[in-house]
């Protein structure tokens, strides 16, 4: 399973951006995948997370509004879009995937593999 995070950088308040996950070698071709991050500081934690077999939906209390998580099966690809972005959403972004894909979570112990991250910086 490899997992690859991309589309981070740097964006002032307001702004957007929408992260990709490429995935490739999943043991099925449904799955959980979910986003998380971790501001400089402070521990990781879950953000999103879209399980494909039956639509469970993991959002975090702080996700909802500006966060939505999507899949593109053809593409190998789970996306991360953020919009309004804060000074506060400043961190790394890590997709991560869980073998058992009947349920989505926000804890970062129930997922197996990770991606390398990939660095949103948003100024004030």
């Known amino acids: 399973v490899q997992l690859q995070a991309s589309g981070g950088g740097f964006v002032h308040t307001g702004g957007s951006l929408k992260l990709s996950c490429l995935y490739s070698?999943?043991?099925?071709?449904?799955?959980?995948i979910g986003w998380f991050r971790q501001a400089p500081g402070k521990e990781r934690e879950g953000v999103l997370c879209?399980?494909?077999?039956?639509?469970?939906?993991y959002r975090a209390p702080f996700a909802k509004g500006r966060f939505t998580i999507s899949s593109d099966k053809a593409k190998n690809t789970v996306y991360l879009q953020i919009n309004n972005l804060k000074p506060e959403d400043t961190g790394v972004y890590y997709c991560?995937?869980?073998?058992?894909?009947?349920?989505?979570?926000?804890?970062?112990?129930?997922?197996?593999?990770w991606g390398q991250g990939t660095l949103v910086t948003v100024s004030s």
């Open positions: 991560a995937y869980k073998i058992n894909y009947h349920y989505c979570s926000g804890y970062e112990n129930d997922f197996d593999y």
């Open positions: 070698g999943l043991a099925s071709d449904d799955y959980a």
């Open positions: 879209i399980d494909t077999f039956n639509g469970d939906r």
